[in-house]
T-cell receptor, first 111, second 112 residues
Framework: SQQGEEDPQALSIQEGENATMNCSYKTSINNLQWYRQNSGRGLVHLILIRSNEREKHSGRLRVTLDTSKKSSSLLITASRAADTASYFC???????????FGSGTQLTVLP | SQTIHQWPATLVQPVGSPLSLECTVEGTSNPNLYWYRQAAGRGLQLLFYSVGIGQISSEVPQNLSASRPQDRQFILSSKKLLLSDSGFYLC???????????FGQGTRLTVV
């Protein structure tokens, strides 16, 4: 079952604009992760935020976490055409650290 | 450095035929291993995971099975494929001090 739900499902912006994607989850978490998937490829880990963190930055990425609302957002600043991909949030559960993914946001950055 | 290999990249199989997808990990020991399936335009569904040789946990009932004959080898199988088995299958690993998971490039399976 899907732990997280992304919003919006699809987002189209112009190069140079910022892109914001949101994720909601259902159960308590230790951390929340964001992954990127280029079309027809495997997923690549982008950034992890722990449950005791509220905001984290990595290059052009900024992630926020609101555990009271069970939600997270991923902001990509100064977007580039190469940022075109699907973005997924994921939470970890269980002894094997199984990831439960949201449904993803398809981001298209127009040149 | 750690790498994960998954093959084949694409596969077209007739209904009722068997399936074997293989995934191997290099550069780490005793990883947690996972098989995910992704339907078109959807998120990933966890099918199986393994914490050690011969230890397989299934997340959803289905026509597929998994095996881990060696520490860094994970195999997804079926005796008789169904049309509904079509999808994009992804192998992943975690562990070795890493919190995140590392994914293979996926196998696009089309059952015809």
């Amino acid at each position: 079952s899907q732990q997280g739900e992304e919003d919006p499902q699809a987002l189209s912006i112009q190069e140079g604009e910022n892109a914001t994607m949101n994720c909601s989850y259902k159960t308590s978490i230790n951390n929340l992760q964001w992954y990127r998937q280029n079309s027809g490829r495997g997923l690549v880990h982008l950034i992890l935020i722990r449950s005791n963190e509220r905001e984290k930055h990595s290059g052009r990425l900024r992630v926020t976490l609101d555990t009271s609302k069970k939600s997270s957002s991923l902001l990509i600043t100064a977007s580039r055409a190469a940022d075109t991909a699907s973005y997924f949030c994921a939470t970890t559960r269980g002894s094997a650290r199984q990831l439960t993914f949201g449904s993803g946001t398809q981001l298209t950055v127009l040149p | 450095s750690q790498t994960i290999h998954q093959w084949p990249a694409t596969l077209v199989q007739p209904v009722g035929s068997p399936l074997s997808l293989e995934c191997t990990v290099e550069g780490t020991s005793n990883p947690n291993l996972y098989w995910y399936r992704q339907a078109a335009g959807r998120g990933l569904q966890l099918l199986f995971y393994s914490v050690g040789i011969g230890q397989i946990s299934s997340e959803v009932p289905q026509n597929l099975s998994a095996s881990r004959p060696q520490d860094r080898q994970f195999i997804l199988s079926s005796k008789k494929l169904l049309l509904s088995d079509s999808g994009f299958y992804l192998c992943a690993w975690s562990g070795g001090g890493y919190t995140e998971a590392f994914f293979g490039q996926g196998t696009r399976l089309t059952v015809v």
